[in-house]
């Protein structure tokens, strides 16, 4: 099997488990479910910054990422709020994700910037549309002009 044949569905793969990963994330902070906020089993009070609005972000543009949908532009926006989550709350602590508990900031971070370079992959609402602008303006084309 040639690496080639597997790049788009693995990529695919990769970018709906850390979109759903990102999403169950938004949703126990936002929420309360799945342990609550850091495992508190409650939400975080309506507009706490910046927890709640990192909570959003990770709702909103996690779902967008987990469904391929303006996925580059989303998965951007999920890296650097991580990027910002680690600098800001974790690294002030120790530089060292293992010392100052930023790991996930620190691979979420660099996961959605692999994804906003590389793209959403074959299995994504962006492809789809994609191919479908692409094949209409192949319909719609005029004939070539004989003479």
């Known amino acids: 099997m ?3 044949q597997i790049r788009e569905p693995v990529l695919s793969l990769f970018r709906i488990v850390t979109g759903l990963l990102f999403v169950c994330h938004g949703a126990a ?3 309360g479910v799945l ?3 850091r495992g508190t089993g409650h939400a975080v009070a ?5 927890s709640w609005w990192a909570a959003a972000i990770q709702l909103v543009f996690g779902a967008l990422v987990l469904a391929g949908l303006l996925t580059r532009v ?3 926006l999920c890296s650097g709020s991580m990027a910002y989550a680690y600098f800001v709350v974790h690294a002030p602590q120790n530089l ?19 994804i906003a370079v ?3 992959g074959a299995w994504a609402l962006d492809t789809l549309i994609h191919r479908m602008r692409h094949h209409d303006v192949e319909a719609y084309s ?4 004989q003479a």
């Open 118 to 120: 590389f793209g959403p």
């Open 2 to 4: 040639k690496s080639d």
């Open 29 to 31: 902070t936002i929420f």
């Open 74 to 76: 989303s998965a951007l």
């Open 46 to 50: 309506f507009g706490t910054w910046p």
């Open 96 to 114: 060292f994700p293992l010392l100052n508990g930023g790991e996930a900031a620190a691979m979420f971070c660099w996961s959605f910037f692999l």
């Open 142 to 145: 005029p004939a070539p002009v």
């Open 35 to 37: 342990g609550g906020n």
